[in-house]
Nanobody, 116 residues
């Protein structure tokens, strides 16, 4: 069973930066698809950034140029660097690790609040 533990959320002012971390247990991390999602109050959960097994990345249009997803395979950790934060980035952020249809895991979420 894989466990994902997120950290790094908090309160930040507009234009500030945060780096989220998601530490994974287990041995499938390096061969899994990884993703960061977010869910704001009253809205559906959305994909913010993704990384394929070979390391290619993709981003939602709303965060392109501001957010960067990265991973450290030696530490089984995926990161989300968030710069130039806006109030609309306020949400609970979740990491996700997908190996296959059965091995699909989510973290518990970390709150990010951007104050204006």
């Amino acid at each position: 069973q894989v466990q994902l533990v997120e950290s790094g959320g908090g309160l930040v002012q507009v234009g500030g930066s945060l780096r989220l971390s998601c530490a994974a247990s287990g041995s499938m991390f390096s061969i899994s698809t990884l993703g960061w999602y977010r869910q704001a109050p009253g809205k559906q959960r959305e994909l913010v950034a993704g990384m394929s097994r070979v390391g290619s990345t993709s981003y939602a249009d709303s965060v392109k140029g501001r957010f960067t997803i990265s991973r450290d395979i030696a530490k089984n950790t995926v990161y989300l660097q968030m710069n130039s934060l806006k109030p609309e980035d306020t949400a609970v952020y979740y990491c996700r690790q997908i190996f296959n249809a059965v091995s699909d895991y989510w973290g518990q979420g970390t709150q990010v609040t951007v104050s204006s």
